[in-house]
């Protein structure tokens, strides 16, 4: 097998467990590099360090998947690896909907997987993880026997790993247009059309959070997508809900999820550009009781990071002013490389320019179906914060 040897000087964030080994960290390859196959790492002093995959096309050079000498990169090492995921999924309570693949968090880097019911939606994001497709099929077919298996690779960093993007039936073809539950609502679920793999199942925890603060209430929700934070607002007891998405195709599924929930007369939705009607309503000096803000992700590249800042800084400024003493601020950042502390140091400056107060209700991260390495940073990657403005 090909032997991946690595620089002295800079080896030990991976003999801490970071499964990713860039180019420039290597001193050495012996044999053969093919890219997509299955190389062993070694330290500088030729000490096994772990297994995975390559490809000299990506930046990320190797992907470890095991550190297990022993253990062969194999279609029984994929069951056994999606089992034990499936496993974890389980005593945690997600048995329905969850991701079930996580990808570093999991062992499994650069392969995501959502279980929708009986339905799965998958995304092998590298080379390597591609290449053993058909045995993640063939595992989840083992281990569940599901009804169809879609895969979403559609997406612009596979094009980073030399592969086209592509979307399809990994199974026979079945109805895309699925329904689940979810804290006792239900929603639509477009697999071939909606973002990522369909659903944002990483607020599903996040979601029950709002059950108190939204009683009564008047409540808007900008970025809504396809309203399912404005549907659990109005199904916790709200007053009014609003929500706002510059996607026709999503505000005409959220007023779907808003009518199979019984809702429609609760929750209302507009397809506007939301910083220009938060403006709107600033100017207007409108007022609600609850603001949810839970935009897409700003940016995926560090020079934009900056930006992205300024625009989350911008939309909570905008938030709160629409809020007087006593009412609830409910904020997310999805965006992978603001930090959870440069996130709140955001959220404080937006304070300080909006002249509030701010009272700390929760401060969370993703649902616990997306598990957190506290070795790997980008682990950690969705903020959530509800405040009271005091």
């Not at 709160?320 to 440069?342: H, I, Q, R, Y």
Request: proline share 3%; aromatic share 10%; net charge neutral.
């Amino acid at each position: 097998m090909t032997k991946v040897f690595l620089k002295k000087q800079i080896q030990n964030r991976v003999l801490l467990g970071h499964p990713w080994i860039f180019g420039n960290e290597v001193a050495e390859i012996k044999g053969e590099v093919v890219p997509g196959d299955i190389v062993d790492v070694h330290t500088h002093q030729g000490s096994f360090l772990g297994r995975g995959y390559i490809n000299p096309q990506s930046q990320i050079l190797v992907r470890l998947l095991t550190r297990d000498k022993s253990e062969e990169i194999n279609g029984e090492f994929f069951y056994r690896r999606l089992l034990k995921c499936w496993q974890y999924r389980q005593k945690l309570g997600y048995v329905e909907n969850c991701r079930l693949v996580f990808g570093e968090a999991d062992d499994l880097p650069a392969l995501v997987i959502d279980k929708f019911n009986d339905y799965f939606v998958l995304q092998t994001l590298a080379l390597g993880m591609e290449k053993w497709k058909h045995a993640i099929v063939d595992a989840l077919n083992r281990i569940f026997s599901p009804k169809g298996i879609y895969e979403r690779n559609d997406v612009p960093v596979r094009e980073l790993e030399g592969m086209e993007q592509q979307k399809g039936f990994l199974s026979a073809p079945f109805d895309t247009n699925i329904i689940i539950n979810e804290n006792g609502l239900q929603f639509h679920v477009d697999i071939v059309n909606g973002q990522k793999t369909g659903y944002f199942l990483d607020q599903q925890d996040n979601r029950r959070e709002i059950r108190q603060i939204v009683k009564e209430a008047n409540v808007l929700e900008a970025f809504c997508y396809t309203g399912t934070f404005s549907c659990h607002a109005g199904y916790y007891g709200a007053k009014s809900v609003l929500g706002l998405d510059i996607s026709e195709h999503a505000v005409e599924t959220a007023r779907r999820n808003a009518a199979l929930n019984n809702l429609q007369d609760v929750c209302k939705f507009q397809a506007v550009n939301a910083f220009d009607q938060l403006k709107q309503y600033t100017r207007e000096d409108r007022k609600f009781d609850v603001v949810i803000l839970d935009p897409p992700a700003f940016t995926k590249s560090r020079e934009n990071i900056r930006k992205a800042v300024t625009g989350y800084k911008e939309i909570n400024l905008r938030g709160m002013k629409l809020l007087d003493k006593g009412g609830f601020l409910v904020t997310a950042s999805c965006t992978n490389l603001v930090s959870p502390e440069l996130f709140l140091e955001t959220i404080d400056a937006a304070a300080r320019d909006a002249k509030r107060r701010l009272r700390q209700v929760t401060f969370q991260t993703q649902a616990k179906d997306h598990p957190i390495l506290r070795n790997i940073e980008n682990t950690t990657y969705l903020k959530f914060l509800i405040v009271e403005i005091a």
